[in-house]
């Protein structure tokens, strides 16, 4: 804002008004900034008077994520009504950068976990059951030579690539899991990949959200090939 640099070197100067709030976590207000020679602005150097007020923006566990600094540059200085009013700002300020560090976390995890999905050979699927939608990923149309389209991204669309003889145990095991009986879904069955040719794959899955009546809204799950330990030789 105004004349201050976009970004401040890091560490911070010590002493600084910057260094400080970062120490102290707490607002720091300077009704006069020439009143204060041993002030040293962090940013500010073309502001030698009028007032300033700096918070801290602090997470819950008080770990500084950044610093909020606002000059007033206008004859009235900054007063304690002021520096309330700007702590209401700063914790909007606050939340924002939680957001911010949260979705970038999970980003991060969400990345992590790709790459050993893929390093594992791992097929993924994840159905939204209220709306019978099944999403998969590029390992699981590897493992079963069948594009999303073309299996129709529905349950019964998957069933129909399981071997009929094991169908039925693959749908008794899902229900146990979907009303709870079981705290996962964890089966082994055949299948027939568009090619023609039967394969053995290994399913788990997890319900990952209910409604409040405990109906399930999402279940998450993967899909590995076991043909080679099924058939050994």
Same mark, same amino acid.
Request: charged share 25%; glycine share 6%; with cysteine.
């Given at each position: 804002?105004?004349?201050?640099?976009?970004?401040?070197?890091?560490?911070?100067?010590?002493?600084?008004?910057?260094?400080?709030?970062?120490? @102290?976590?707490?607002?720091?207000?300077?009704?006069?900034?020439?009143?204060?020679? +041993?002030?040293?602005?962090?940013?500010?150097?073309?502001?030698?008077?009028?007032?300033?007020?700096?918070?801290?923006?602090?997470?819950?566990?008080?770990?500084?994520?950044?610093?909020?600094?606002?000059?007033?540059?206008?004859?009235?200085?900054?007063? +304690?009504?002021?520096?309330?009013?700007?702590?209401?700002?700063?914790?909007?300020?606050?939340?924002?950068?939680?957001?911010? %560090?949260?979705?970038?976390?999970?980003?991060?995890?969400? %990345?992590?976990?790709?790459?050993?999905?893929?390093?594992?050979?791992?097929?993924?699927?994840?159905?939204?059951?209220?709306?019978?939608?099944?999403?998969?990923?590029?390992?699981?149309?590897?493992?079963?030579?069948?594009?999303?389209?073309?299996?129709?991204? @529905?349950?019964?669309?998957?069933?129909?690539?399981?071997?009929?003889?094991?169908?039925?145990?693959?749908?008794?095991?899902?229900?146990?899991?979907?009303?709870?009986?079981?705290?996962?879904?964890?089966?082994?069955?055949?299948?027939? %990949?568009?090619?023609?040719?039967?394969?053995?794959?290994?399913?788990?899955?997890?319900?990952?959200?209910?409604?409040?009546?405990?109906?399930?809204?999402?279940?998450?799950?993967?899909?590995?090939?076991?043909?080679?330990?099924?058939?050994?030789?």
């Amino acid at each position: 804002p105004g004349h201050a640099p976009q970004f401040i070197p890091f560490p911070l100067t010590e002493g600084s008004v910057f260094d400080t709030v970062f120490k @102290t976590k707490t607002p720091l207000l300077v009704k006069e900034i020439s009143d204060n020679p +041993n002030l040293i602005p962090s940013g500010w150097e073309n502001y030698w008077n009028q007032s300033l007020l700096t918070f801290p923006l602090v997470d819950e566990s008080r770990f500084v994520l950044g610093i909020l600094s606002l000059h007033n540059k206008s004859p009235k200085p900054f007063n +304690n009504q002021d520096k309330e009013i700007g702590s209401i700002l700063a914790t909007y300020s606050c939340e924002t950068l939680r957001a911010v %560090r949260a979705t970038e976390e999970v980003k991060e995890s969400e %990345r992590r976990l790709e790459l050993a999905i893929n390093g594992a050979d791992l097929g993924t699927w994840d159905w939204m059951v209220d709306i019978d939608k099944v999403m998969v990923n590029e390992q699981w149309v590897k493992i079963t030579g069948y594009s999303m389209e073309e299996f129709g991204q @529905t349950r019964s669309g998957w069933e129909k690539l399981i071997n009929p003889d094991d169908l039925p145990m693959v749908k008794s095991a899902l229900n146990d899991h979907l009303t709870g009986k079981t705290d996962s879904y964890d089966v082994e069955y055949r299948i027939k %990949r568009k090619t023609g040719e039967q394969i053995w794959v290994l399913v788990k899955a997890k319900v990952m959200e209910r409604d409040q009546s405990g109906k399930p809204l999402r279940v998450v799950g993967t899909y590995l090939d076991v043909t080679a330990r099924k058939n050994p030789g």
